[in-house]
Nanobody
């Protein structure tokens, strides 16, 4: 069974950091581009970052650029999202998703075919 499991969410103060993990089972994560999305209460799900497998390149939404960093550990079949300088507006449920392609080309939902269950990130003092 193809599955993605996110972990690492929690409550953090503004300016703090968290590292989210996205562990894959049932498939080799390195064969696909992997994206991260988030959904805040009352808002649509938005794509914030993506890592390609074809060349290892990464993409970030303007809202997180310079603060978030994507990486992958192929030996652990896991992708990580390092989140620094967190702001209250980063509060959301964070999801990772497998792209049908090996490279990132935007965040159209139709391109992401396997989703994790999400992990809650709350940034508050």
């Amino acid at each position: 069974q193809l599955q993605l499991v996110e972990s690492g969410g929690g409550l953090v103060q503004p300016g703090g950091s968290l590292r989210l993990s996205c562990a894959a089972s049932g498939f080799t994560l390195d064969y696909y581009a992997i994206g991260w999305f988030r959904q805040a209460p009352g808002k649509e799900r938005e794509g914030i970052s993506c890592i390609s497998t074809s060349d290892g390149s990464t993409d970030y939404a303007d809202s997180v650029k310079g603060r978030f960093t994507l990486s992958r550990d192929n030996a652990k079949n896991t992708v990580y999202l390092q989140m620094n300088s967190l702001k209250p507006e980063d509060t959301a449920v964070y999801y990772c998703a497998r792209n049908r392609k090996t490279y990132c080309s935007g965040y159209a939902m139709r391109d992401f075919i396997t989703w994790g269950q999400g992990t809650q990130v709350t940034v508050s003092s």
